[in-house]
């Protein structure tokens, strides 16, 4: 079975630093990765994922996230945060085999000071 | 993506009771899940809602606590059968979308509280 770990549980920064979120999983074959992000009192929304191709994907509101197979991780990236980045963000795993069973994270709780 | 809708968006119950909540989604999906987040953690796949037989649960859930319904490839329901304050949490019900996607969008949520 399908694990994911996500080492930060709360992250606060300025606003325009630099995020990295950190997401590592555990599963022994060929995965999908995603990022989900949720908005304080929205729904949970889809932020980018990786199926194949290049491991350097990009999603919505400026965000990417870097697969890097070897080292088991699918971290998430902003070159430098906005206030309304203000939410809690996700990292999930499913099987690539048209399992579509989601594993997620605990979550990271992000924190933007104006 | 198909949109989803959730009712009812919160509920206060009391132990022993049982609530009956209902995922529409405004196209024919092809998978349909249910997931559980419980306060302060991350969310918890229930089991799949399959179309026309009886859903597949994940380990630790079951259907005598969790009945699950698909009638049809648009609409779902999960019964939180005979409550008690630890099912206090958010269920929310996920769609693969109108091709069959791997890509999972999630409905808004019902906020369960039990008294």
């Known amino acids: 079975a399908q694990s994911v770990s996500q080492h930060n549980h709360h992250v606060i920064l300025s606003e325009a630093a630099s995020l990295e979120l950190g997401c590592n999983y555990s599963y022994g074959g060929t995965v999908n990765l995603f990022w989900y992000v949720q908005y304080p009192g929205q729904h949970l929304q889809l932020l980018l994922k990786?199926?194949?191709?290049?491991?350097l994907v990009k999603g919505i509101k400026g965000f990417e996230a870097e697969f890097i197979k070897s080292k088991f991780s699918f971290n998430l990236r902003k070159p430098s945060v906005q206030w309304s980045d203000t939410a809690e963000y996700f990292c999930?795993?499913?099987?690539?085999?048209?399992?579509?069973?989601?594993?997620f994270g605990t979550g990271t709780r992000l924190t933007i000071i104006p | 993506s198909a949109v989803i809708s959730q009712k009812p968006s919160r509920d206060i119950c009391q132990r022993g009771t049982s609530l009956t909540i209902q995922c529409q989604v405004d196209s024919q999906v092809t998978m349909m899940f249910w997931y559980r987040q419980q306060p302060g953690q991350s969310l918890t796949l229930i089991a799949t809602?399959?179309?026309?037989?009886?859903?597949?649960?994940e380990s630790g859930f079951v259907i005598d606590k969790f009945p699950i319904s698909r009638p049809n490839l648009t609409f779902s329901t999960l019964t939180v059968s005979n409550m008690s304050p630890e099912d206090s949490s958010i269920y929310l019900c996920s769609n693969t979308g109108t091709g069959g996607t791997d890509t999972q969008y999630f409905g808004p949520g019902t906020r369960l509280t039990v008294l």
């Open positions: 809602a399959n179309q026309g037989s009886e859903a597949t649960y």
């Open positions: 999930a795993v499913s099987p690539n085999f048209g399992n579509e069973k989601l594993t």
């Open positions: 990786y199926f194949s191709g290049d491991p």
